[in-house]
């Protein structure tokens, strides 16, 4: 990621975006750049290490 986010953070404080969001039913997350791009990669290994717990990944 090159450290620009399609949504500038001023733009998270707007109630138009608020309203959108809520029309969408989803959740607030005020999160963009590299903030989000942690977070993402951080919820995609808690869910690699759920899968694996469970047993359904296959191993080679």
Do not use: C
């Not at 399609?6 to 903030?35: C, V, W, Y």
């Not at 977070?39 to 469970?54: D, G, N, P, T």
């Amino acid at each position: 990621m090159d450290g620009k986010s399609a949504i500038h953070p001023a733009q998270l404080a707007n109630d138009k975006f608020a309203q959108m969001r809520e029309q969408r039913d989803l959740l607030p997350l005020s999160l963009t750049g590299e903030a989000l791009q942690a977070y993402v990669y951080k919820q995609v290994e808690q869910y690699k290490s759920l899968a694996s717990e469970f047993g359904l990944v296959q191993q080679p």
